[in-house]
């Protein structure tokens, strides 16, 4: 049998570690609770930065399809600018090769007819009989590419020589214009406006200075113009 003293003994350890093993696991499962509050706020934590940073990334990707589409464009309308400016450039390298044809054969040119337009005092519009005339003159150019004209303005002595010089010039552009307009090549045509210079007609008589407000159309023919 266990002595009296040493049951007391075993009862009274007992006694004293019943309390301490309970305050332990307490102790271990207040711990527990603790980290996994703080790891589930961490967690909670990490989640927010993760879902701020997709959101960023996602605005950052959004913005460079932004950017794509927009270098894309400029690289479109930079093309087509290219391919405008070549059309322009081979235009302007044509025309430039004719004027170049036309003026290295100025001197080698025949004279065909000549005809006159008569204009109103102070006036420099084309009437319904000038325009009839034209449009003759135009119909025989169409018909024979190696014709070029030469338009020359001219007013009665009436006003001042300056103002007359350009009036003489503003009938010689609407001659043009006209012709322009029915299709004839601007490089087929030369005109100058000089004014009262070499007058048809004596300027002291009315009819003599309606001879005068003229432009004569020169038709000549070259070999070489095409």
């Not at 001879?211 to 070259?222: A, E, G, W």
Request: hydrophobic share 35%; glycine share 6%; with cysteine.
């Amino acid at each position: 049998m266990i002595p009296q003293r040493f049951s007391v003994v075993l009862a009274l350890t007992g006694a004293l570690l019943l309390p301490v093993g309970c305050a332990t696991k307490s102790f271990v499962r207040e711990e527990v609770q603790h980290s996994e509050g703080k790891v589930g706020q961490q967690l909670a934590q990490q989640q927010e930065s993760l879902g701020r940073e997709a959101a960023r990334v996602g605005t950052l990707e959004a913005t460079l399809s932004q950017e794509h589409e927009r270098v894309s464009q400029v690289a479109a309308q930079t093309e087509q600018a290219a391919q405008t400016a070549g059309q322009a450039l081979a235009k302007a390298e044509q025309t430039d090769s004719r004027l170049v044809r036309l003026w290295s054969n100025r001197n080698r040119r025949e004279l065909v007819e000549t005809v006159v337009l008569t204009f109103s005092f102070n006036k420099w519009e084309l009437d319904d009989r000038g325009e009839t005339t034209l449009l003759g003159i135009i119909k025989e150019l169409k018909e024979n590419p190696t014709l070029l004209v030469d338009l020359e303005g001219y007013t009665d002595i009436s006003g001042p020589t300056p103002y007359n010089v350009e009036l003489s010039q503003r009938r010689v552009e609407a001659v043009r214009r006209f012709l322009v307009e029915k299709g004839i090549d601007l490089p087929r045509i030369q005109s100058i406006g000089l004014g009262p210079a070499s007058p048809l007609a004596d300027n002291k008589t009315l009819e003599g200075r309606r001879q005068n407000r003229r432009v004569s159309l020169k038709i000549f023919t070259t070999a070489t113009a095409e």
